[in-house]
DNA sequence: TTCTTAATGAAACCATGTCTCAACAAAGAC
DNA sequence: GTCTTTGTTGAGACATGGTTTCATTAAGAA
């Protein structure tokens, strides 16, 4: 991930503001730094623990406040996989694929798209009267191959 | 759904116990008395709320202690659409589908089955160097298309 | 019927997340 | 730069969904 990337991000996301009439304040300026300073998903409290790195006023209400901007604006995406807490994943792409394959021995995400999938999920909903709004897929899987291969980039996978 | 089928479940997860060697107790039996009584999906506290009504004593920590029984002996799915508590589903049927249409409108649940997208993902994982284990799809959808032919059969849907 | 021990209910507890409100600070007006 | 308006903030109370503890109860084997 380049650096102008990050940069770009960052100004979409004052733009989102400055359209909404939102004000941009040094708070939600250390939260998009501490998003955009990452590649990795991460949680709410790591969000929060990391911004305080940055700046120790960061409270944990302003945190759960400007995610639910960064989702809008979707420049961050929100991910469930069926635990407590949700994910959050940096989107510097304009895709808005919601695909997941979580692996369940290294823990790594990896995000992709299946035009091919849409077309049949479409399908499947006219057949049952209903119009697909949006969609959401998530593969439990396994980096067996990856491994046996030795290119499984985990820290986690030896 | 018949009346031998829910019977049937029923003696299903008392065999289940019994194979585990753990005891039938009111309690359970009321629980599962209560869980394939309906053919709605529910909430925990939903069916805390239920199971109360045939047995007062019937307390929180054993209905949640039972979920986990009753998904682990597949006799009830457990799905997350991303809200703060999980959906349960009695499940009749042996199949292991995961993929659900939630309406947006009317808030049904649809369960579907397709071994087209089960291809495609499997084509994927192994693309991406992964073995698929599991998956879960959920589709957001909008019931329009029954509510204009009137034949959209909740409450909620005029 | 007795005995062992798993299962239970009540309530304390936990974690994630939301809300309230007085204090603060952006940003436009001057 | 200073003033004024008003959206935003931090601290902590609160809400919610769920789990754990522990004394008591009741399955189920003997």
Redesign the pocket.
């Known amino acids: 991930m380049e650096k102008e990337a990050r940069e770009e991000v960052k100004r979409k996301f004052i733009e989102f503001?400055e359209k909404k009439?939102?004000?941009?304040?040094?708070?939600?300026r250390v939260i998009i730094d501490t998003v955009f300073s990452t590649d990795e998903h991460f949680?709410?409290?790591q969000l929060l623990e990391w911004a305080r790195e940055k700046d120790s006023?960061?409270?944990?209400?302003?945190v759960?406040?400007?995610l639910p901007l960064l989702t809008e604006s979707n420049l961050v995406h929100e991910m469930d996989f069926g635990k407590?807490?949700?994910f959050y994943d940096p989107n510097y792409s304009e895709s808005p694929n919601h695909n997941h394959l979580i692996c369940e021995d290294c823990e790594k995400i990896v995000e992709f798209d299946s035009e091919k999938i849409e077309a049949i999920e479409n399908e499947i909903g006219d057949k049952l009267g209903f119009t697909v709004k949006s969609q959401n897929l998530q593969l439990t899987a396994s980096c067996d191959t990856l491994k046996r291969k030795g290119t499984c980039d985990k820290k986690s996978c030896s």
Chains 1, 2 share one sequence.
């Open positions: 503001l009439d939102f004000r941009i304040t040094n708070q939600r949680t709410a409290e006023s960061v409270s944990r209400a302003t759960y406040r400007t407590p807490y949700k």
